[in-house]
């Protein structure tokens, strides 16, 4: 597609239920990145993929957060067990190959906004 | 860690006048870029600079460096309504191989008509 696409945009589910966000980069882009952002808060970092592995998840904050991306494509982020303070705009961005020391421009989506209650 | 610090968190400013908006990072860099966010929507990719530049222009953008005292400010000059939205810096890490970019709260930029 022409940009970065999220699914669903809005999602409102009850505490302890498992949800599913789903992030469609730009085709050719390899880097892909999930952000959270709580509101009036800065972005998050939670995980980077390269390809379909993922060099740097630390930024996961506990292990009902998953993450997978298959076919160097689709990225599929996972929480478990949903909590109130899980509520926040999730947002997926991509860029090209990342190369140490090469700047490259992240390309973001609308974001989903999970709301537990 | 490496998080980027925006200074002030808001601004609220007229049509016509100059936003001056700055970051603050810790550790050494490569590059810093900035980014807008409209109400409700993703990030923007607006202006990047290189560690070895000190200074940027992009039309009313004008974005300087300053890696002695790991700071970056944006100044928008002649700004309007349309201008109004968060705005963010962002910095990788010289000394990581990973691809982490890393964002700052923002700075909330209000400008009236």
């Known amino acids: 597609g022409a940009g970065v696409s999220q699914s669903p945009s809005n999602k409102v589910t009850e505490k302890g239920k498992d949800v599913e966000l789903r992030c469609d980069p730009i085709?050719?882009?390899?880097?892909l990145y999930w952000y959270r952002q709580s509101l009036g808060q800065g972005l998050e970092f939670l995980i980077y993929?390269?390809?379909?592995?993922?060099?740097?998840k630390s930024g996961l904050p506990s292990d009902r957060f998953s993450a997978e991306r298959t076919g160097g494509s689709v990225s599929t982020l996972t929480i478990q067990r949903t909590q109130q303070e899980d509520s926040a705009v999730y947002l997926c961005?991509?860029?090209?190959?990342?190369?140490?020391?090469?700047?490259?421009?992240?390309?973001f989506g609308e974001g989903s906004r999970l709301t537990v209650l | 860690s490496q998080q980027g610090e925006e200074d002030p968190q808001a601004l609220s400013i007229q049509e016509g006048e100059n936003a001056t908006m700055n970051c603050s990072y810790k550790t050494s860099i490569n590059n810093l870029q900035w980014y807008r966010q409209n109400s409700g929507r993703g990030l923007v990719h607006l202006i990047l600079?290189?560690?070895?530049?000190r200074e940027k222009h992009s039309g009313r953008l004008r974005v300087t460096l300053d890696t002695s005292k790991k700071s970056s400010s944006l100044l928008i000059t002649a700004s309007r309504a349309a201008d109004t939205a968060s705005y963010f810096c962002a910095t990788d890490d010289r000394g990581s191989t990973l691809g982490r970019l890393y964002f700052g709260r923002g700075t909330q930029l209000t400008v009236w008509p």
């Open positions: 085709s050719g882009h390899t880097a």
């Open positions: 600079i290189r560690s070895n530049e």
């Open positions: 993929f390269q390809g379909n592995s993922a060099p740097d």
């Open positions: 961005a991509s860029s090209s190959t990342y190369l140490m020391g090469h700047p490259r421009e992240l390309f």
